[in-house]
């Protein structure tokens, strides 16, 4: 399974400001190797954030997301030592979750 | 998540894993992710906004001055990493998409926002070289466009 | 005076091109702005915590972990000790620098065979990782806002020091470049990058605090001996060796002309 993301999840008024790092090679499949050969297209296609069981963004990417992709967001609620949960999926089926604590 | 966790998990692989979570149940129907994730092919190939939008099933978005283009640089030094931001006062803003004109394929990225989330989404694209930048915004069922022309230095996809 | 007229031609090259660009004022402060809006997220971080996960780890035939090894301050302490670096090892007689001294540990406490320890040392993409890349990123994000105190309180650091210097004004290779070429003079460009007047004060701190640095034309975690490899090798030098007296003299020169200020890695950058 992939590394885990680095998530920040952080109380701004009413609001819950999240930040996300993920580790993600997002080859475009357009790159070409030292030996020439084109790099495969591997890349994270779905994106998923939900707070206490409801979805607060969902996502479609496509590999011009940048390699270890930020995304930052903000959704009404939220309080101190509720949980943040990230999924991602890529095109080749692998999947990781993450979660964080709201701060 | 401790290491011997992480260890089993790392053994038992992607796809695997998700046909285990699956069969257990613990996947609903409804689930984009269980169905194998619902991903537009066709709206990630297109090579014009008029493609993009038939992609969408859209028709053609107006032009629009309440998207907004935040902490969105007018060059990028290095066209691998180009932060984009959008934000818009569209009233029931229902999704966010970025396209990059010049790119092999237009479409970047398109976010869904649920009720309850603000209509503000910021993340880093590639681009190719120096292009014009699309965000798309869908409110209420019609389509909305607004555009940045940002300069790239050094090109982003090929390396 | 055949060596002065040549670093005069190349800083006129350098510094004509400079002018032709679009119109300055701007151009600077959309780069400027560029660089801001990329400090929200540093990719750094995931580098960070892979190298504190690492650090806790038993590795090696001997299965030590990195707590057994003195970054200087004692065994297992990391925070602050990079502003320390590079420093005289005892046990190891000879100074080192941060990298080398993962790798001394390596070899020395956990049994790792030295081929082994070094065999990758600047990674590429996920099939290729290196550790020591995200050992660096997490012991010196452990140094991050304490200021560079570098102490020339021994012989062999004084003399390292004294050869780094040497070495940053020594002309060498097909172009007859030294490190002072690029970063011997104020206002200096190549293309559209700035380059640092390292012989200053506020030139110094400014480019040895923000070493490493996560790459966004590298997609990398890039440390301070992977810039001065990278530098040989636009210089036309023969390859810099990791781990080598010649890194390490010349980190240790760079390193101590940044005393004083606040060490701001890692950082991220073009």
Known sequence: MADPMKIRANVVGDSTEVK????HEMETGQRKDAQGKTVPAWFIQNVTATWNGKTVLNAQWGPAVSKNPFLAFKFKGGAKGEKVQIVWVDNRGDKRTDEATIA | MDARRREVLKTGGGVSLLALVAAAGWLKPGDALAQGAAWNKAAFETHSLDETMKAFGGSAPAQSKDIAFVSTPDIAENGAVVPVGVSSSIPKTESIAILVEKNPNMLAAVFDIPAGTDPAVSTRIKMGQSSNVYALVKADGKYYVASKEIKVTLGGCGG | MALQSGRVAVAALVVAA?????GQGSTVDEIAKYRE???????AELWEARGEEMWTAPRGPRKVAFTQCDLGLGPG????????????FKDADRVQDLESRLVWCMVNQQGVAPADATKVTFGDGAARRSDLEALTAYVT????GVKMDVALDHPKTREMYAMGEKMFYYRGGTHDFSCATCHGADA???RLQDLPNLTTLEGAQKAYTTWPAY????????TFEWRLYDCFRQQRFPELAYDSDTAIALTTFLARNANGAAFAGPAIKR
């Open chain 3, 141 to 144: 994000g452990q140094s991050r």
């Open chain 3, 77 to 88: 302490v990391v925070k602050g000790a990079y502003a320390h670096l590079p420093r005289y």
């Open chain 3, 18 to 22: 400079a002018g032709v660009a679009f």
């Open chain 3, 188 to 190: 200096l460009r190549i």
């Open chain 3, 215 to 222: 790459r966004v034309s590298q997609g990398e975690l890039r």
């Open chain 3, 37 to 43: 809006a990329l400090q929200d997220g540093n990719p």
């Open chain 1, 20 to 23: 996300v790092l993920m580790n």
